[in-house]
């Protein structure tokens, strides 16, 4: 299997590239973002629940999400690999996925960074915040306590690839297309 954590803050790209990536290589896309917001729209209690935590820039608790993540993952027995975006965002995440993986006889092949200076990264969800109507992408507050998060919490889960010489970093600011073919390039010298 070829599974991969693609890595970054909020507004480094992550969504845009993975759409890219699973054409690519006929993987599976788990955002755990996009769950929760599909939960969210069909008012279902896990919404409910996500959405307290959403609004506020703040993260969805660690049981609740690895709890989801492991039960999308099992749904796709037949997956080549699957893309992790936006998981895992704490280290008891990062384990919690190595053990799932390790119980299909599998792990994560790559972590791939996108690396954005935080300027950049405010200025891209306002304009996100705008046209997609997100709520947590239109509130400068809201923009920088999940900044403040990813910096406190996530980040630090980064070593935890390191660790294991499983991290890539790529320049996150560019052409969609050129940042897509350094994590292409990155994937094909596995
Ligand atoms: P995203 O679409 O990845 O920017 O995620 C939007 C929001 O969903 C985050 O600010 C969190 O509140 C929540 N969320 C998404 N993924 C996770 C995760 N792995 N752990 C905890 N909360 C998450």
Known sequence: MLNLVLFGPPGAGKGTQSAKL????SLVHLSTGDIFRANIKGET???LLAKSFMDK???VPDEVTINMLSAEVKKN???????FDGFPRTSAQASALDELLNSMDSSISLMLALEVE???LKRRLLIRGKDSGRADDQD???IQKRIDVYNAETFPVRDYYQAQNKYKGVDGI???ETIFNQLCT???SL
């Open 77 to 83: 027995p037949d997956a080549k690999g699957f893309i």
């Open 174 to 176: 560019g052409e969609i």
């Open 186 to 188: 990155e994937i094909d």
């Open 118 to 120: 935080e300027a950049e």
């Open 57 to 59: 820039g703040q993260l």
């Open 140 to 142: 400068p507050a809201v």
């Open 45 to 47: 209690e896990l919404g």
């Open 22 to 25: 699973i054409e690519r290589y």
